[in-house]
C-alpha cells in the first residue's frame, strides 16, 4: 500500500517521478505528492494534492526548470484521513529533509510526544512526520548515519525514501518488511515499490533486502547494512516485463484489458510447462526438492482475498489427485493462530504482489516451524518470492486493475499444473488419466476464447441488473470458491452487496432471501455435483427467483430453467472453475461500469495490502 518513488540523474526529475506514480497509483489514490531539490538548492519545491494523481497532474504548471533529484508517492492513508495536509512527501522540522514513506511506524505516538517536548511542532496526523522530524532531528550532514539512528527508535516496518538539502546528488532509501527496488540507467538511478514504475526506463534492477540501506548518486549505488553500516553486495537482475504490458492498450479499463488477456496468460502459465511428451516442468524446482516433495505429509495452503479463493480451489485439486491432507487458511487467521504446521509439511503461499503483508507473515512462520515453503507469485522478485524455499511465477505479467483477474486465471492454472507435478511425483494418479487431463488442460486458452465470445450478452444481462443491490452466487465442489470469487469481484467494483455461498447450504439459511426480486447467479457446469445444482435451481425458480446461471455447452436442464445462461465448453471438472470465472469477472465488470464507479480504482482498496 502506497507507491514511493525516487529519481537521481541528468533528466528532469518532475516527468520521471509523475510517470513512476502513474504506474504505482494502483497501490493507493488518497493523495499524491513530490518533493524535488531546488536547481539553485535553495529549498524543496514540493507539491501535493489530496486525491487521485489526476488532482496533482493538474498543478504542474510552472515547475521550475533543472530539478535533478526528487521523490514522490501515491497514498493508501493509515494514519491521518486523505487530505493535503496528510499527503506525503513530509519534511523535517527544519524542512532539511523531505521523506517519503510506506508502512507504519508503530511507536509514532510516543516519538511525537518526545519530540514535541522538544518544541517540534507537527501540521499532519501523519506517523510519517514523525519520522522525517525524527530523522531530521539526527542528521549532522550525512542522511546514511541519520536514517540509521533514527530507524533504531522505530518499531514497525517500513520503505522510507529521502533526500536532504545539503547532499544535493543523492538519494537515500531504506526498507524493513515494504517492498523497494532500485533501477539502474546510465548516469541515472531511481528507485520504487515496485518494477512497473521502472519500466519505462530500466530493465536492469537490484532488489533491496530487509535492514538495507542505499545511497544513489546519478552513477553510483551504494548498499549498507541499516544497522551496522555493512557493505553489501547486490546482484543487478534483468526484467522480461516490458512497458507495453502495464499500459491499457486501447482498452477503456486496465481490467477489461486484463480479463481479455486472460487466453495469453494460460498459454503462458500452462503450455510452455508441459513439453511434448506430457512432462511438466518449473524452471525454479532444483532437482533436489523432488525427494522432498515426495515425503511431505501435509499441505498447507495461505492466502489472501482472491488468491485465498485460488487456494481453496487448490483444496479440491490437491484433494483429489494428490490424496493427502491440505487445510486452506487465509494468511491473518494462519499467522496468528499457532497452526500446527511442521518439517515435513508443504506450506503454500499464494500472492500476486508477493509483498502482502499477513501472507509474508505467514511464510516467516512457515519457516521458522521448519515447513517446506512454496510460493506461488506473480510479481518477480517480491520478497515472498525471494524468501520462500522455492518459488513457480504465475507469469501473468503485470496486473494494474485492482480488482485481480487474470492473476486468478494464472494461480489456477498453475495450481492445477503443480497438483498433476505432484501427483505424478507421489504415484497418486494413474497414467492414463494423467495423459487424459494433460489434453484437456492445453485445450484451456482456446475455451477461454470461446468463453470471451460472450462478452455482448453478458452485457445485455448486466443492462436488465446493474440497479441491483444484492447478488447470491451459488456453486458446488472446485465452483463454489468460483461463487465466493465472482461474489467478491461484484462487490469490490460495484461496491453493492453480493454473497458467496455453497449451494448445499442454501436451505440452511440463504433461501431465505428468494423472491421475485433476487438474482441468483448459479456456477452449474458439468460436475459430478450437476444434479444437485439444478434440484437447487429448481428450488429458487419455486420460490420465483431469478436465475443467470453458467453451466457447459449441452446442459438442457439448465436451459430449460435459467432465466440467463452463459456456456463453457466441456473440460474437466478440476479445470471449470478456470473458465467459469471468466463470465463473473466480465459480469461484474459491466456492472461496475454501468454503475459509474472506478472499476481500476475502487474506492477504499490498494492493490498490494502491505499493512495487516
Ligand atoms: C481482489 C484482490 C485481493 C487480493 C488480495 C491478495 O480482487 O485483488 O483480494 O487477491 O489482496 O493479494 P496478493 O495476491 O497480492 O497477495
Known amino acids: 500500500m502506497c507507491g514511493i518513488v525516487g529519481y537521481v540523474g541528468e533528466r528532469e526529475a518532475v516527468p520521471v517521478l509523475i510517470k513512476g506514480l502513474e504506474h504505482l497509483e494502483y497501490r493507493g489514490y488518497d493523495s499524491a505528492g513530490i518533493a524535488c531539490l531546488s536547481h539553485d538548492r535553495s529549498k524543496f519545491f514540493m507539491i501535493k494534492e489530496k486525491g487521485k494523481l489526476a488532482e496533482l497532474k493538474a498543478q504542474l504548471n510552472g515547475v521550475p526548470p533543472q530539478m535533478r533529484l526528487g521523490i514522490g508517492h501515491t497514498r493508501w492513508a493509515t494514519h491521518g484521513e486523505p487530505s493535503k495536509i496528510n499527503a506525503h512527501p513530509h519534511l523535517g522540522r527544519d ?66 525514501v529521502a533526500i536532504s538539502h545539503d547532499e544535493p546528488n543523492r538519494l537515500f532509501a531504506c526498507k524493513r518488511s515494504n517492498p523497494l527496488v532500485i533501477g539502474v540507467g546510465h548516469n541515472e538511478h531511481f528507485v520504487a515499490s515496485d518494477v512497473s ?11 533491496l533486502d530487509d535492514d538495507e540501506l542505499v545511497e544513489l548518486t546519478p552513477d553510483s549505488v551504494r548498499v549498507t547494512q541499516l544497522q551496522k553500516g555493512t557493505k553489501i553486495q547486490k546482484k543487478v537482475s534483468e526484467i522480461n516485463w516490458n512497458v507495453e504490458q502495464a499500459q491499457k492498450g486501447g482498452f477503456p479499463h486496465f481490467m477489461l484489458k486484463e480479463i481479455y488477456e486472460q487466453p495469453r496468460v494460460l498459454s503462458e502459465t500452462i503450455l510452455e510447462r508441459i513439453d511434448d511428451k506430457g512432462n511438466i516442468h518449473f524452471e525454479l524446482l532444483p532437482k533436489s526438492t523432488v525427494k522432498k516433495l515426495q515425503k511431505i505429509k501435509k499441505i498447507h495452503i495461505v492466502s489472501c482475498g482472491t488468491a485465498y479463493h485460488a487456494g481453496l480451489v487448490a483444496n479440491y485439486m490437491m484433494g483429489k489427485y494428490v490424496r493427502l491432507p491440505i487445510e486452506a487458511t487465509v494468511s491473518s487467521e494462519f499467522r496468528y493462530e499457532d497452526p500446527i504446521v511442521g518439517p515435513g509439511d508443504l506450506v503454500v503461499l499464494i500472492t500476486q504482489s508477493g509483498e502482502t503483508a499477513d501472507t509474508l507473515a505467514a511464510l516467516r512462520l512457515a519457516k521458522e516451524k521448519k515447513a517446506l515453503t512454496l ?55 494413474a497414467s492414463q488419466e494423467y495423459r487424459e487431463l494433460i489434453g484437456e488442460f492445453r485445450k484451456l486458452p482456446k475455451s477461454a476464447e470461446q468463453v470471451l465470445k460472450q462478452v455482448d ?51 440452511h439459511g440463504p433461501i431465505a432471501l428468494i423472491d421475485e426480486e433476487q438474482l441468483v447467479i448459479c456456477i452449474a457446469p458439468q460436475s459430478k455435483t450437476y444434479d ?77 495490502v502491505t499493512v495487516e
Open 375 to 429: 510460493a506461488i507469485v506473480n510479481v518477480v522478485g517480491s520478497t515472498i518470492a525471494r524468501e520462500a524455499d522455492l518459488v513457480i511465477y504465475t507469469q501473468a505479467g503485470p496486473e494494474i486493475g485492482v480488482a485481480s483477474t487474470k492473476a486468478y486465471i494464472a494461480q489456477l492454472g498453475t495450481l492445477a499444473l503443480f497438483t498433476f507435478y505432484l501427483a505424478r511425483l507421489r504415484k497418486t494418479i
Open 532 to 608: 444437485k445444482m439444478i434440484s437447487n435451481i429448481e428450488e429458487i425458480k419455486a420460490r420465483n427467483g431469478l436465475v443467470m446461471a453458467i453451466g457447459t455447452y449441452g446442459s438442457k436442464a439448465l436451459s430449460k430453467l435459467a432465466d440467463y445462461l452463459f456456456l463453457i465448453p466441456n473440460t474437466p471438472e478440476i479445470f471449470s472453475p478456470i473458465l467459469s470465472v471468466i463470465t463473473l469477472q466480465v459480469f461484474a465488470y459491466k456492472i461496475a461500469v454501468l454503475n459509474h464507479r472506478d472499476v481500476d480504482q475502487p474506492r477504499n482498496l490498494a492493490k498490494s
Open 197 to 207: 514504475a521502472l519500466l519505462p526506463y530500466t530493465k536492469r534492477v537490484i532488489y
Open 457 to 507: 450478452d453478458i452485457d445485455r444481462c448486466a443492462r436488465k441488473h446493474f440497479h441491483r443491490k444484492n447478488f447470491l452466487y451459488l456453486g458446488r465442489g472446485y465452483n463454489y470458491p468460483t461463487a465466493l470469487e465472482g461474489a467478491l469481484k461484484l462487490k469490490e467494483i460495484s461496491y453493492a452487496h453480493a454473497h458467496g455461498y455453497a449451494a448445499g447450504e442454501m436451505k
Open 95 to 160: 524542512s532539511r529533509i523531505a521523506l517519503v514513506h510506506n508502512g507504519i511506524v508503530e511507536n509514532y505516538a510516543e516519538l511525537k510526544s518526545e519530540l514535541e517536548r522538544k518544541g517540534h511542532r507537527f501540521k499532519s496526523k501523519t506517523d510519517t512526520e514523525v519520522a522525517a522530524h525524527l530523522i531530521e532531528y539526527y542528521y549532522r550532514g550525512d542522511l546514511c548515519e541519520a536514517l540509521r539512528k533514527a530507524v533504531r527508535r522505530m518499531k514497525g516496518f517500513f520503505a522510507f
